[in-house]
């Protein structure tokens, strides 16, 4: 049982440099959630989405892009990368029901260690 | 005001010992309300739900209280693997997104 599989775990970028986080998930949730993790911060969503071809910005979107082309996938991009960007990465699904009704338990990938010097 | 509060902590408390975490929400239309936790480094991993009768999970109880809006975790007989940051999270009003407390820490010591 795979679950959430993030790639990669960790990640040394130069101010500038661009790169993509993988998040897979085979449990055909339809949420995927993007957060990052930071001392003292807590988790904070960066983009979401509730469902293939669709996505949403979170609390802290600016500086990355997403895509969901299959359902299983949920992609986060940094086209730029900034030291402000050095942090814990984790992708999480749900099965997320929809408005109205209850969410469901969200699983979390292992995180990606990502600094940006 | 947070959209959901918990006292940091840390808490350090003796093995055997009961702990009691609080955690506030903001949103009233939320519907869906869980305790996670995670572990050092680690991804944060589903404790348990909290139901409006309350529940309970082996050493592990939670409630929730609606009109107050604030949510409880009990645990009863710490072992030291409890050692760990609890997450408090709450569903927003739509259910398309969690908001995430910032976590309360335990050390549960010998």
């Known amino acids: 049982n795979a679950g959430v599989t993030q790639t990669p775990k960790f990640r040394v970028l130069k101010t500038g440099q661009s790169m993509t986080l993988l998040c897979a998930q085979d449990?055909?949730?339809?949420?995927m959630y993007w957060y990052r993790q930071d001392p003292g911060m807590g988790l904070r969503l960066i983009h979401y989405?509730?469902?293939?071809?669709?996505?949403a910005k979170g609390e802290v979107p600016d500086g990355y892009n997403v895509s969901r082309l299959k359902k299983q996938n949920f992609l986060l991009g940094l086209e730029s990368a900034a030291p402000s960007q050095t942090s814990v990465y984790f992708c999480?699904?749900?099965?997320?029901?929809?408005?109205?009704?209850?969410?469901?338990?969200?699983?979390f990938g292992q995180g990606t260690r990502l600094t940006v010097v | 005001r947070k959209e959901v509060e918990q006292d940091p902590g840390p808490f350090n408390v003796p093995e055997g010992a009961t702990v009691a975490f609080n955690c506030t929400y903001s949103?009233?239309?939320?519907?869906?309300f869980f305790w996670y936790r995670q572990d050092c480094r680690k991804e944060p991993k589903l404790l348990m739900s909290?139901?409006?009768?309350?529940n309970e999970d082996g050493r592990f109880t939670a409630q929730l209280n609606r009109a107050s809006q604030y949510i409880s975790l009990l645990i009863r007989d710490s072992k030291l693997s409890d050692s760990a940051t609890y997450l408090c999270?709450?569903?927003?009003?739509?259910?398309?997104?969690?908001?995430w407390g910032l976590g309360t820490s335990l050390a549960v010591n010998p």
């Open positions: 999480a699904s749900s099965y997320g029901l929809g408005t109205g009704m209850v969410n469901t338990e969200a699983f």
């Open positions: 449990m055909n949730h339809e949420y």
């Open positions: 989405s509730v469902g293939e071809g669709t996505t």
């Open positions: 949103n009233s239309a939320s519907q869906s």
């Open positions: 909290v139901y409006s009768s309350g």
């Open positions: 999270v709450v569903s927003n009003g739509n259910n398309r997104k969690l908001i």
